[in-house]
């Protein structure tokens, strides 16, 4: 079982930056794909950006590109969300995913690939 603690959301401005992290429980955290989602209130939670187990590959989510980015550190069993000239239509929770298994390389978008899912971090953006 994998355990994810999502962390480092809050209140910014329009502008402004954030990063997420997320913490994995878990011996064999590098060989975890990751994603990061988001839900705003009253809609459907969308795919963000992921990370290939390798750390070799991501996929960044139109709506993002240029502003959102993800990396990890091995060592830490950590995942970042570097969020960088955030907009209020930003706001909303965010959620850490990993997918038990994965071929080296491959990028994951659904929701249905993954398998664990952290609590999710409130990200706020005022206008």
């Known amino acids: 079982q994998v355990q994810l603690v999502e962390s480092g959301g809050g209140l910014v401005q329009a502008g402004g930056s954030l990063r997420l992290s997320c913490a994995a429980s878990g011996r064999t955290f590098s060989t975890y794909p990751m994603g990061w989602f988001r839900q705003a209130p009253g809609k459907e939670r969308e795919f963000v950006v992921s990370?290939?187990?390798?750390?070799?590959?991501?996929y960044t989510a139109d709506s993002v590109k240029g502003r959102f980015t993800i990396s990890r550190d091995n060592a830490k069993n950590t995942v970042y969300l570097q969020m960088n000239s955030l907009k209020p239509e930003d706001t909303a929770v965010y959620y850490c995913?990993?997918?038990?298994?994965?071929?080296?390389?491959?990028?994951?978008?659904?929701?249905?690939?993954?398998?664990?899912w952290g609590q999710g971090t409130q990200v706020t953006v005022s206008s």
């Open positions: 990370l290939s187990r390798g750390g070799g590959s991501t």
């Open positions: 995913a990993a997918r038990g298994t994965g071929y080296a390389g491959r990028i994951y978008v659904s929701e249905h690939d993954y398998d664990y």
